[in-house]
T-cell receptor, first 115, second 115 residues
Framework: GAVVSQHPSWVICKSGTSVKIECRSL??????MFWYRQFPKQSLMLMAT?????????EQGVEKDKFLINHASLTLSTLTVTSAHPEDSSFYIC???????????FGPGTRLTVL | AQSVTQLDSHVSVSEGTPVLLRCNYS??????LFWYVQHPNKGLQLLLK??????LVKGINGFEAEFKKSETSFHLTKPSAHMSDAAEYFC?????????????FGTGTRLTIIP
């Protein structure tokens, strides 16, 4: 399977600041990338789907102006949490996939804590 | 629409005894089904997947699952539990065989192993 990295693996920031999380597909051309959010002791919820070179498609209830997603290349997608608040504290996970594949490959996740 | 129900939020078994984690799904089409495991503060690891081939699927670490269309179930089993199996387990459904379709996660089952 594909090797997926996320950076940073954890981040602590002050309320009101912006945080950028990177998702890299190291050995795989990811035509589609997904961003999930997992609150403590809860399941994963899809935030948005992004196809390379296109605007991301956001799930209902996810603010696109707050969670900016850029999928500029086949190996990199970024999620920027703008004006972060404590309620944005969560585990953010990206997955990558391609048209010929029947599974998504998971990144290790980024734990965001907003103080 | 697709959905997945994990019938038990918490399962406890003694070390060396069988494990059964239950999952039922709903899908308008032939789904792809997955089981993932998440150890504390870690990312998700794929245990096994069903993609319309053999209905009995063998995965890593001695786990297996059987796809039963008549019961819309995909229960996860292991003959003998090990202490290292203690973790959170997620049953996941995907609508099609293409990787760029979104995943729908169950709410998770926390497996505790009693020494």
């Amino acid at each position: 399977g594909a090797v997926v990295s996320q950076h940073p693996s954890w981040v602590i920031c002050k309320s009101g600041t912006s945080v950028k999380i990177e998702c890299r597909s190291l050995d795989f051309q990811a035509t589609t990338m997904f961003w999930y959010r997992q609150f403590p002791k809860q399941s994963l919820m899809l935030m948005a789907t992004s196809n390379e070179g296109s605007k991301a498609t956001y799930e209902q209830g996810v603010e696109k102006d707050k969670f900016l997603i850029n999928h500029a290349s086949l190996t990199l997608s970024t999620l920027t949490v703008t004006s972060a608040h404590p309620e944005d504290s969560s585990f953010y996970i990206c997955t990558v996939s391609g048209r010929a594949y029947n599974e998504q490959f998971f990144g290790p996740g980024t734990r965001l804590t907003v103080l | 629409a697709q959905s997945v129900t994990q019938l038990d939020s918490h399962v406890s078994v003694s070390e060396g005894t069988p494990v059964l984690l239950r999952c039922n799904y709903s899908s308008s089409y032939s789904p792809s089904l997955f089981w993932y495991v998440q150890h504390p503060n870690k990312g998700l690891q794929l245990l096994l997947k069903y993609t319309s081939a053999a209905t009995l699927v063998k995965g890593i670490n001695g786990f297996e699952a059987e796809f039963k269309k008549s019961e819309t179930s995909f229960h996860l089993t292991k003959p003998s539990a090990h202490m290292s199996d203690a973790a959170e387990y997620f049953c996941v459904v995907k609508l099609s065989n293409f990787g760029n379709e979104k995943l729908t996660f169950g709410t998770g089952t926390r497996l505790t192993i009693i020494p």
